[in-house]
């Protein structure tokens, strides 16, 4: 049964991967909460440290935003990630392992193609 409810964690967190990213990439382990900030919208923070504001002054759509953005975070943590949403630096190691080692020619050509790629790209953008 356990093995059953980690499978279904894990499609629950490549589902929310590919929602678009509503998470800055911070990696402190404090739990999440909503907040009311003092202009009535809610706010996801971590301890008491603001991380993303949801927009909404409506508590039930607050509470949906800080669910996907903690299956985001998790899906982050293990590596999955929807390359239509995440930055470069995330894709292309995980891209460049993908390619099959018996075809090197378009191996190295991809490859290079991708760290190019990364160096143009700076990780913060």
Known sequence: MRSVLKQLRRGEREAASRLPQVIDGDALKKELRLKERPNGKWAV??????LKSTGTRDLAKAETFL??????????????????????AEIVPTTCRRFPAADAGVRKFATDSLKRLERTCPASV
């Open 67 to 88: 669910k996907i953005y903690e299956l985001q975070l998790e899906a982050r943590e293990e590596g999955i990630v929807e390359p239509r949403y995440a930055q470069s």
């Open 45 to 50: 923070c971590r301890g008491s440290v603001f």
